[in-house]
């Protein structure tokens, strides 16, 4: 999905070759810094639906 987004964009800009080169230059370690993203996120939203949770009225317990 994003390969294809990528290919289809001016040869020309910069930004691309940036992405080109840094995708040759660190094709692995690419795959560590999706995986820290994605796991920073999720654990970020798991945060704030406890403390959002946590700050109102628990349904087992009643009012805190």
Not at 10 to 15: G, R
Not at 41 to 57: E, N, P, S, W
């Amino acid at each position: 999905m994003t390969h294809h987004l990528l290919m289809a964009a001016h040869h020309s800009d910069p930004f691309q070759q940036f992405i080109n080169a840094m995708f040759r230059g660190a094709g692995y370690h690419i795959g560590y810094v999706f995986a820290f993203a994605i796991a920073a996120i999720v654990a970020g939203y798991f945060l704030v639906k406890f403390l959002r949770r946590d700050r109102g009225v628990d349904p087992r317990t009643g009012r805190r």
